[in-house]
């Protein structure tokens, strides 16, 4: 309902309407924008009734975690294993670091953590919420995961080339001193042939002779 209207609109089987211009933090902005002012409030065409009045009708009372951490226990599925190390938590390449877990070191916890913000992760440890950890590299900024990802990504490209172009380098250098030797051990040979050819080389005597003598 709302991807239609907006441009880069990309239909199956379709061509992509206009040119997409919206970020993803401008399109999250959008799409809640249009759940909370236009799909609640409009009418259902089954109901006849905007889904805001009908959730209010009812009474309903929604049970509510006892605090925000619990309530990220919820929400937040990304979750994954690690065990505590002596100077933090690492986790894509990062260092996560908390005094509280100064008192876990070896113990495994779990990590939910938000992939458009990766400056902190809460660490879980027996499905009860322990601690949040920041990464210092990245304190007091919003880095997606995606970003971190590419980074990496392009950094290794990057080292790829170069250790491509460094063993080209080398080989070629290989190939040009095997090249030389091959070419003065030839040289050599066509000069003793040549040699040979022209007059024996001379005899030397045995016998040592002095200056003196």
């Known amino acids: 309902m709302l991807l ?11 061509a992509v309407r206009g040119k997409p211009t919206l970020t993803l933090a401008e399109f999250d902005m959008q799409f809640r924008a249009f759940v909370l002012d236009v799909y609640h ?11 805001v009045e009908r959730w209010e009708a009812d009474g309903f009372l929604p049970r509510m975690p006892d605090s925000l951490e619990q309530l990220d226990l919820l929400l937040i599925q990304v979750a994954k294993a690690r065990q505590v190390r002596v100077d933090g938590i690492h986790f894509q390449s990062l260092r996560y670091i908390s005094t509280t877990l100064a008192a876990y070191v ?5 990590l939910r953590f938000d ?3 990766m400056a902190e992760i809460r660490v879980f440890h027996e499905d009860k919420f ?3 950890a920041v990464c ?9 995961l995606r970003e971190i990802l590419s980074a990496r990504n392009r950094r290794r490209r990057e ?4 250790l491509r172009d460094r063993e080209s380098a080398v080989n070629t250098l290989l190939d040009l001193k095997r090249g030389g030797i091959t070419e003065k051990e030839h040289a050599q040979q066509e000069s003793g042939s040549a040699e040979g050819s022209a007059k024996p080389p001379a005899a030397v005597p045995r016998l040592k002779r002095y200056k003196n003598e």
């Open 106 to 110: 070896g113990e495994t916890v779990t």
């Open 4 to 14: 239609c209207e907006l441009d880069g609109y990309a239909p199956a089987g379709g």
């Open 130 to 132: 322990l601690c949040r």
């Open 115 to 117: 992939p458009r913000d």
């Open 159 to 162: 080292l790829r080339g170069i």
């Open 41 to 51: 409030r409009r009418e259902n065409a089954e109901t006849k009734t905007p889904p």
């Open 136 to 144: 210092a590299e990245l304190a007091g900024e919003t880095v997606p």
